[in-house]
């Protein structure tokens, strides 16, 4: 009987909280990423970027005077989640447009619910191709594997000078295989032959029987789309057993937590990357000393990108005059954000349209120069 | 190169050994598959790294230490869960199913305090050092875990055959209404039981954690799987078949990997595994396809 006197309480006290929590001068932005499971490892640092950015964005009195809000979800790294997340942003939280999700498959699913609903989507992770033939709604900021690896390799190949290669990836996960596809591919283009290739599984800890037959072959380089963690092992393993060769890896190698647990058998590696710790800008020192400020740990590729979305958006938003009609308002900030520059954290920024492959459009991929660097001495460094 | 191969595949199936070792226990005595095995093996090395990272201990207290802490992990496993469905005479895939949910709390927990990057015991450790041997590298650790998985074989094996506790386990699998009433303590054992095998799993786990320098809270998931198919190549229960089943699943793969290709490496030790049990359905020791010590 108390609770049935108390709702009524209750559901009045809740209309009148709304008005408390969001007033009328918030943008509702939706942020999904991967905050538990396995991809949270990539989707922390994206979301603590966003939130630095947010900070900072509304510290200096927002957009044209509105406060960014965002609605932070979990989609732990999962389709279904995703999904459930998208449509509860879309159409319950009733969001100006979406950050996220962390993994490229759960952009494939979620996607075209955002498309559909004409609401932008803008992944700031997601390195998958055909990501953006989903539709003209989808944005990313993150450039293709197949954008960074043929400039790393030709960097590589300049440096090191590479005539035959030996290729070791994991074969049972989507971001490793499609890696290798494209360094397969580049690898033709620039007639470097592959003398033995090696695959491993998801899980695995112990690398020493196929890099015993990769010593064997003797390439001149080895290619390792492998994640980092994986990455890590290899690289010890491989010196425990006198492999002398560097190491080329692709996006999954980019991350500082390789050279500090490989630590000195990291030397040598080279690795391509939309974003470099020790690129001095001005944007690029200021992301990291604030972010090591807010959150105690140094940021990665992942965090920059988070970062330098929140304002490429905010950008887009000082252009354009909302309305307060949400349809409306969603449609003027997809007409104006493909023709936005910014200079951030991860260097200069724009949009290209997506290659179209088939009748219907399809929306954005990032146009950007990747960096190329090299371990020394426990350093990562730029090679040019 | 084959010679590096051969090293390569004792110290893989080693590791398969040692984590199947406590694994086959349990099912042995207390004839309940042990889902959670991965999650404790994964605990361990969680617990050793803490002690010599955080508290800044040797690692000659932190192994120990963690030792007992798995131990007490799968005790309370053992009181918590085991025990109750036990008391109720569930049937023999209610503690399956249960010690599955036991895996995923581990592991959402390790998740939540530890975050899910991967961890390494600090370099000093002597995890680098190798022996030489002409061209072939043998990593002492690895040696070392080698060395643990067979003396632990063996001196299960004494306890299980020789001692009055091995008498008193080999009763309780054989029927532990029997031995209940001959008056053996048949739940105390069962603690006792739980106990050894989660401290035996936790230090497989702290050992991988040092020689592979990857502490995930993933990591028990597809050590589970390879454990798994090394107890029943072995012999359901049996402490020289999961040993030597593991030692097996481990040459398999490395020499999958030389003479065929590291692509089908899965494909063909499984295709072994699948071959041998429509061979020897019981296993390589398996006396009958019921449980036996």
């Known amino acids: 009987m108390r609770i049935q006197t108390l709702s009524p309480i209750v559901a009045l006290l ?15 932005i939706g942020l999904t990423e991967a ?52 449509k509860k942003l879309i159409f319950q939280d009733k969001v100006l447009m979406i950050f996220g999700p962390t993994l490229s498959n759960s952009m494939f699913a979620a996607g075209p619910i955002a498309n559909l609903a004409k609401v932008v989507a803008f992944g700031t992770s997601n390195t998958a191709s055909g990501i953006t033939d989903i ?28 005539h035959k290669v030996g290729i070791i990836y994991g074969n049972d996960d989507a971001f490793t295989k499609s890696g290798y596809d494209v360094f397969r591919k580049s690898l033709e283009e620039l007639h470097i032959p592959v003398v033995d290739t090696e695959t491993y599984a998801k899980g695995d800890v112990d690398f020493k029987a196929q890099l015993t037959k990769l010593k064997a072959a003797n390439p001149d380089a080895i290619i390792c789309p492998c994640l980092s963690e994986e990455g890590a092992n290899i690289l010890l393993q491989s010196r425990a057993l006198g492999i002398k060769q560097s190491f080329i890896g692709g996006n999954g190698f980019n991350s500082p937590k390789l050279v500090e647990i490989a630590k000195a058998a990291a030397e040598g590696t080279i690795v391509g990357s939309p974003w470099f710790d020790g690129n001095p800008s001005v944007q690029n020192q200021h992301f990291i000393a604030a972010y090591r400020k807010k959150y105690g740990t140094d940021p990665n590729q992942f965090s920059a990108q988070g970062y330098d979305a929140l304002f490429i958006v905010a950008e887009a938003l000082k252009k354009i005059k909302l309305t307060g009609q949400l349809e409306q308002d969603r449609q003027a900030l997809r007409d104006v954000l493909p023709h936005i520059q910014i200079d951030g954290a991860t260097g ?3 949009f290209r349209p997506a290659p179209e492959h088939a009748i219907k459009p399809g929306g954005y991929d990032a146009n950007q120069t990747p960096f190329v660097y090299i371990v020394k001495n426990g350093k990562f460094v730029l090679l040019k | 190169m084959l010679a590096q191969q051969i090293v390569n595949a004792i110290s893989l199936g080693s590791v398969y050994a040692l984590f199947a070792l406590g694994f086959t226990l349990v099912f042995g005595i207390l004839g309940v598959i042990n889902l959670s095995h991965g999650g404790i093996f994964m605990l ?18 932190a192994l120990p230490a963690a030792m007992v802490f798995s131990g007490l992990v799968g005790l309370l496993i053992d009181v918590l869960i085991l025990k109750r469905l036990r008391q109720r005479g569930a049937p023999h895939l209610m503690p399956m199913i249960a010690t599955i949910g036991a895996a995923i709390l581990m592991t959402s927990l390790a998740q939540g305090v530890f975050g899910s990057e991967a961890r390494r015991f600090p370099m000093e450790w002597f995890n680098d050092e190798t022996l030489k041997l002409g061209t072939i590298t043998i990593p002492l650790l690895q040696a070392g875990i080698t060395s643990l998985a067979l003396v632990l074989m063996v001196l299960m094996m004494w306890v299980l055959k020789r001692t009055r506790l091995g008498q008193a386990l080999r009763a309780i699998a054989e029927s532990p209404r029997s031995a209940a009433l001959l008056g053996i303590p ?20 702290i050992l991988i954690g040092l020689s592979f320098n990857a502490i995930t809270p993933f990591m028990g998931q597809p050590m589970l799987h390879k454990g798994i198919a090394a107890i029943i190549l072995g012999g359901l229960g049996d402490v020289r078949g999961a040993v030597l089943g593991g030692l097996f699943l481990g040459i398999t793969e490395v020499f999958a990997v030389t003479f065929l290709s ?23 020791f398996g006396a009958s396809a019921t449980r036996s010590a």
Not at chain 1, 141 to 156: F, H, I, K, N
Not at chain 2, 186 to 205: D, N, P, Q
Not at chain 2, 262 to 284: C, H, I, K, T, V
């Open chain 2, 186 to 205: 048949v739940e105390r054992l069962f603690h006792l039981t739980s106990f050894i095998a989660a401290a035996l799993g936790g230090t497989a786990g």
């Open chain 1, 135 to 162: 539709g003209p709604y989808i944005f990313r900021s993150s450039p293709m594997e197949a954008d960074v690896v043929p400039v790393t390799l030709r960097t590589a190949i300049k440096h090191l000078n590479i």
């Open chain 2, 44 to 61: 361990g090395a969680y617990a050793a790294l803490l002690l010599v990272t955080w508290f800044d201990l040797s690692l000659w207290i």
């Open chain 1, 14 to 28: 809740s209309v009148l909280l709304i008005p408390l929590v969001s007033h009328a001068g918030d943008i509702r």
């Open chain 2, 262 to 284: 590291s692509e089908y490496r899965d494909a063909l030790s499984f295709g072994l595994l699948f071959l041998m049990l429509l061979w020897r359905p019981q296993g390589l």
């Open chain 1, 348 to 350: 200069k920024f724009a």
């Open chain 1, 35 to 86: 905050l538990t499971g396995p991809a949270s490892q990539y989707g922390v640092p994206i979301q603590n970027g966003f939130l630095l950015a947010r900070d900072e964005i509304n510290a200096k009195g927002g957009v044209n005077g509105d406060k960014i809000v965002l609605i932070e979800e979990d989609e732990r790294g999962k389709k279904e989640e995703a999904i459930n997340v998208y």
